[in-house]
């Protein structure tokens, strides 16, 4: 089976980091692009940021660029995403998804994974 379990998240205060990661079973993320998606209490799910694979292009919501780094690690097969300066407005379920293409913005996605809880509080 295909898996994406993301993990990492927890409560942090305002200005705090944090770094998430996904790892993969079931599928050689070597070969796909991943995503970073957040839904907030009450909102819609909101893309966060995208990697490529290998030459590691990557793109970031407007609202994270500067704050936010993915990477990736296909040795471990894991992807991560570090978030620093965090605040109350990061307040989230992040979730990851693998897409169907090695590159960002197919729009088809070969699995999603269970979401980590990021709760910024003071």
């Known amino acids: 089976d295909v898996q994406l379990q993301a993990s990492g998240g927890g409560l942090v205060q305002p200005g705090g980091s944090l770094t998430l990661s996904c790892a993969a079973s079931?599928?050689?993320?070597?070969?796909?692009?991943v995503n970073w998606f957040r839904q907030a209490p009450g909102k819609e799910r909101e893309g966060v940021s995208c990697i490529d694979t290998s030459d590691g292009s990557s793109n970031y919501a407007d609202s994270v660029k500067g704050r936010f780094t993915i990477s990736r690690d296909d040795a471990k097969n894991t992807v991560y995403l570090q978030m620093y300066d965090l605040s109350v407005g990061d307040t989230a379920i992040y979730y990851c998804?693998?897409?169907?293409?090695?590159?960002?913005?197919?729009?088809?996605?070969?699995?999603w994974g269970r979401g980590t809880l990021v709760t910024v509080s003071s």
């Open positions: 998804a693998a897409e169907t293409s090695a590159y960002c913005g197919s729009g088809n996605f070969l699995s």
């Open positions: 079931g599928v050689r993320l070597h070969y796909y692009a």
